[in-house]
């Protein structure tokens, strides 16, 4: 059976025999949390674990990296509608160890995409409408340095409220194991 349909299947027994009973929750987050981690597949039960979360507790968004691209994409603005609309009072940025972002390599990356059948033509075109292609793929060389880059491009941004503590975090994939790299409460807001 294909991947699709495998999970459908699981889908139809989770449904009928009630499953998610015990995952009953509300959109607001319990604990007041939006945490913006990365999508490795290590951390899908290992984050909330390791964090004390479960269903309800948290927004949680994922991305490669967890990193912010750009102060007016789409993380930032999950961040901005958590803080505003569904009432997250802090936010754990975390990232972690061995994380494949770190040193990727963007013309690895558009040297497999040309192998998948993505024309240089195509490349060159996005270049030429000025998409900084290497920019726009590149990871982190230090994940702490990273972790602390995030975080300052949360607290800085126009529209988040300058109350809103901002954590930084690195978790070890394997043993779940938190390190602190920037505390959102060692930081008062400068007065004005
Ligand atoms: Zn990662």
Same mark, same amino acid.
């Given at each position: 059976?294909? &991947?699709?349909?495998?999970?459908? /299947?699981?889908?139809?027994?989770?449904?009928? *025999?009630?499953?998610?009973?015990?995952?009953?929750?509300?959109?607001?987050?319990?604990?007041?949390?939006?945490?913006?981690?990365?999508? #490795? %597949? &290590?951390?899908? !039960?290992?984050?909330?674990?390791?964090?004390?979360?479960? *269903?309800?507790?948290?927004?949680?968004?994922? *991305?490669?990296?967890?990193?912010?691209?750009?102060?007016?994409? @789409?993380?930032? &603005? @999950?961040?901005?509608?958590?803080?505003?609309?569904?009432?997250?009072?802090?936010?754990?940025?975390? %990232?972690?160890? =061995?994380?494949?972002? &770190?040193?990727?390599?963007? %013309?690895?990356?558009?040297?497999?995409?040309?192998?998948?059948?993505?024309? !240089? #033509?195509?490349?060159?075109?996005?270049?030429?409408?000025?998409? #900084?292609? =290497?920019?726009?793929?590149?990871?982190? =060389? *230090?994940?702490?340095?990273?972790?602390?880059?995030?975080?300052?491009?949360?607290?800085?941004?126009?529209?988040?409220?300058?109350?809103?503590?901002?954590?930084?975090?690195?978790?070890?994939?394997?043993?779940?194991?938190?390190?602190?790299?920037?505390?959102?409460?060692?930081? /008062?807001?400068?007065? !004005?």
């Amino acid at each position: 059976m294909d &991947r699709l349909n495998t999970l459908l /299947e699981h889908n139809r027994s989770f449904v009928e *025999n009630r499953e998610y009973e015990q995952f009953k929750t509300d959109k607001f987050p319990g604990k007041g949390l939006a945490v913006l981690a990365c999508m #490795d %597949a &290590r951390l899908v !039960e290992l984050l909330p674990k390791a964090m004390g979360l479960k *269903n309800g507790d948290a927004k949680l968004i994922k *991305n490669a990296g967890a990193l912010i691209t750009h102060p007016w994409g @789409s993380v930032m &603005r @999950s961040l901005i509608v958590a803080v505003y609309e569904l009432r997250a009072e802090e936010i754990c940025v975390v %990232a972690h160890r =061995d994380c494949g972002m &770190r040193a990727i390599d963007p %013309a690895k990356i558009l040297a497999n995409a040309q192998e998948r059948g993505i024309t !240089e #033509d195509t490349i060159g075109t996005l270049r030429a409408a000025g998409i #900084d292609l =290497d920019n726009w793929l590149k990871g982190f =060389d *230090n994940v702490s340095d990273s972790v602390r880059h995030t975080v300052q491009t949360i607290r800085s941004h126009p529209l988040m409220p300058k109350d809103i503590p901002v954590h930084g975090l690195v978790i070890h994939p394997s043993t779940g194991r938190l390190e602190v790299i920037v505390s959102g409460y060692a930081e /008062e807001p400068a007065a !004005e």
